[in-house]
């Protein structure tokens, strides 16, 4: 009898487990591999994430409307930033603009755009790096993923903004 009883509440332990993991508000949907990361998507967000780099990436969707007044990713090199500092995303709020580094190593020359095939949002444009250019303040890196090379920007300018984070 202790037996049976001990059975039926481990039973019913592991179902409580199995089905709070089924929450849609809680669990990560349509995970799937892809080339060198990982594409973790839901309704709310869309994130890329690079096993090789240990990177996680913003990947959401772009519009060609983008302003410095809205919440869009498209600005001059201050506002890339702060935009960056202040995004909060699937409960992390700790992103920050990548270096030109960190977006050259997400450059794939065999698609167009030319981003790594974990990213579903990409457009063939210039992406703001956090690195600035030289000495000149007035200038700062940019990443053009349609000719697939850097070179400096000046700060004014308004470019996309794709923010990054270390995973832990």
């Known amino acids: ?70 919440d869009e990713k498209i600005g001059n090199w201050k506002y890339a930033k702060d935009y960056c500092e202040k995004l909060s995303l699937k409960g992390y709020d700790d992103w920050r603009l990548p270096s030109v580094d960190e977006l050259k190593s997400i450059i794939d020359k065999k698609n167009k755009p030319a981003f790594k095939s974990i990213f579903k949002n990409a457009t063939n444009k210039r992406y703001w790096s956090s690195s600035p250019y030289m000495s000149d303040p007035k200038y700062a890196w940019l990443v053009d993923f349609d000719i697939t090379d850097s070179f400096g920007g000046h700060v004014n300018n308004k470019n996309f903004i794709r923010c990054v984070r270390n995973e832990k």
């Open 1 to 70: 009898m202790k037996r049976k009883i001990s059975f039926l509440i481990a039973l019913s332990a592991s179902m409580v487990f199995i089905l709070s993991g089924c929450d849609k508000k809680t669990t990560d949907e349509n995970i799937s591999k892809k080339d060198a990361g990982t594409i973790i998507q839901n309704e709310e967000a869309v994130i890329a994430s690079d096993s090789q780099t240990h990177l996680m990436w913003q990947d959401q969707l772009y519009n060609s409307t983008n302003t410095n007044d809205s």
